[in-house]
Antibody, heavy 131, light 107 residues
Framework: EVQLLESGGGLVQPGGSLRLSCAAS????????LSWVRQAPGKGLEWVST????????YYADSVKGRFTISRDNSKNTLYLQMNSLRAEDTAVYYC????????????????????????WGQGTLVTVSS | DIQMTQSPSTLSASVGDRVTITCRAS??????LAWYQQKPGKAPKLLIY???TLESGVPSRFSGSGSGTEFTLTISSLQPDDFVTYYC?????????FGQGTKVEIK
């Protein structure tokens, strides 16, 4: 059974930092791209960042580029999101989400054939940025 | 960036009704569209992908159609568990933008 369990959320002051973690189980971790998607209170869903299965490719929403860093440790089956220079508008529930289709490598080049389609999500962790 | 526009934002219906939610993309996304269902306080759940393919385990009363820029999610006979919020999402290109959501309410 696929499980994604986020942790690390909490209350932080504007300008502060926080690191989120997502512990995964039930699938071949290194084969799948993983993403962070957030949802501000009472609002819709916003894609934040994606990392490829190997960790070699990372993508960010313009709203977080230069402030957030996504990473993964395939030996620990864990995804991370380092959030710096936090702003009030970063207040949200942060979900980690798994791609539905596994990536593959051929001739030394790795591909994610269908990124951004999410079949499993964690339960979310709340980040509140406030003084 | 590709913008996704859902309509309506809120839909009032009764148990047993057939309802349709529309999602429009600001440019063609072929069939790279997913529909998610989100219950209050819970993570989204994938219902449909590739515009019309039902995810495993999802009841057959849910169906999707469309391609290019216009897509629909249809629930053929609303059940009590279906009165929640639905989101469309394009995965044609980064960023994977979501629609603003449609809340299905009990009339």
């Amino acid at each position: 059974e696929v499980q994604l369990l986020e942790s690390g959320g909490g209350l932080v002051q504007p300008g502060g930092s926080l690191r989120l973690s997502c512990a995964a189980s039930g699938f071949t971790f290194s084969s799948y791209a993983l993403s962070w998607v957030r949802q501000a209170p009472g609002k819709g869903l916003e894609w934040v960042s994606t990392i490829s299965g190997t960790g070699g490719g990372t993508y960010y929403a313009d709203s977080v580029k230069g402030r957030f860093t996504i990473s993964r440790d395939n030996s620990k089956n864990t995804l991370y999101l380092q959030m710096n220079s936090l702003r009030a508008e970063d207040t949200a529930v942060y979900y980690c989400a798994k791609d539905r289709t596994p990536g593959y490598c051929t001739n030394g080049v790795c591909y994610e054939p269908q990124p951004l389609l999410f079949d499993y999500w964690g339960q979310g962790t709340l980040v509140t940025v406030s003084s | 960036d590709i913008q996704m526009t859902q309509s309506p934002s809120t839909l009032s219906a009764s148990v047993g009704d057939r309802v349709t939610i529309t999602c429009r993309a600001s440019q063609s996304i072929s069939s790279w569209l997913a529909w998610y269902q989100q219950k209050p306080g819970k993570a989204p759940k994938l219902l449909i992908y590739d515009a019309s393919t039902l995810e495993s385990g999802v009841p057959s009363r849910f169906s999707g159609s469309g391609s290019g820029t216009e897509f629909t999610l249809t629930i053929s006979s609303l059940q009590p568990d279906d009165f929640v919020t639905y989101y469309c999402q394009q995965y044609n290109s980064y960023p994977g933008t979501f629609g603003q959501g449609t809340k299905v309410e009990i009339k």
